[in-house]
């Protein structure tokens, strides 16, 4: 290890701040160097406004104590919009899948946030998830009808069976996202999974 | 274009987090999404950090009067150490190019960073990089020799041909970073112009 100083005349200030910059996912050290020369270069224009939203980003967004989604406000908007069907609730791994759904504007009922799948690998159970609070949600009777929409990999397979057997006395429906092809696909680019999967699958035309 | 507010649930706030974080460079529009989730799952232990340690290093770091160096003091910390030798001037692109030198532990006299490189593409002059402020300090007389050590592309070769001739009046002596196969660089991967280069300035074994 060469002291930050010695081998490198940028102050301990920059050092740290590429340091933090670099925990940022995609970031390694030689891009978060660039980062930090970037937001140097630029201090008003960028690196102050970027500070500011930060902070202001940090103070105001908190987890919605239903759903789990990231609001300024809590229960979240998607909560308690009025226009949303309260009888389907879509399951998913993280707010990241929850937003990617909510930019493809394709489903209109609310959200569960699981925090994660189960793992045994990574030693993650259903009690590191948020699964009592979905079963106590779903439980209330509201719920018509709840969409697994799991990430397609072995864990997320393992988790959307284990919340279907929890689920069941609820009495609600449970449904899971289709596999198959992706849109725009070609099939030879394809892995064994999904084509086995999407021709298992396969609808008349 | 969605409005952030109807295809996305993300809050302006967070909309407008991730389109700052997508002017760093490396970042897109996706990982910049990834890096705000990141920074919102720890707002604590990241972002709040990040954000002080953005808006307290905009505050206090400035480009060095005499070098163009970036650093909390002016005159920077290489300019006035005195255990480096004054005689000795590096000339570099940018403040990056000194860095990678200051790790290298292979400069130990000063620098000029000239803060671009001459393009007729891009419209860079003279004018724009700080030919004139090089030029005033070697004229001082003091400086020995000045390294140009720029990037070994068309622009980086046509600026250290400028300032030679601009440099000539002064007396001091120019020189240039030899060119060659990098260090455990295999040789079937290189590029002809390297390969030219290295065959040209071979010497005795």
């Not at 940028?10 to 933090?20: C, G, K, P, W």
């Not at 998830?129 to 990430?151: C, T």
């Amino acid at each position: 290890m060469i002291p930050p100083d010695q081998g490198n005349n940028a102050t301990d200030q920059v050092e740290r701040l590429i340091a933090l910059l670099a925990k940022l996912p995609g970031m390694g050290r030689r891009s978060a160097r660039r980062a930090a020369l970037r937001l140097l270069r630029d201090p008003a224009g960028l690196m102050l406004p970027l500070a500011d939203a930060m902070r202001s980003t940090a103070e105001a967004v908190r987890p919605c104590r239903l759903c789990g989604n990231l609001d300024t406000v809590d229960p979240c908007r998607i909560c308690t919009d009025p226009n949303r069907d309260q009888e389907v609730l879509c399951v998913v791994e993280g707010v990241a899948d929850l937003w990617a759904l909510e930019r493809a504007r394709v489903h209109r009922g609310l959200y569960h946030v699981l925090g994660g799948v189960l793992s045994a690998l990574s030693g993650v159970g259903p009690e590191d998830l948020r699964v009592d609070p979905l079963l106590a949600r779903v439980s209330d009777g509201h719920v018509r009808e709840v969409i697994l929409a799991l990430p397609a990999t072995v864990d997320g397979a393992t988790t959307a069976h284990y919340l279907h057997d929890r689920l069941r006395p609820t009495g609600a429906s449970v449904t899971r996202l289709a596999q198959g092809v992706p849109m725009g696909g070609a099939l030879d680019v394809m892995d064994d999974g999904t084509l086995a999967a999407a021709l298992k699958a396969r609808r008349p035309a």
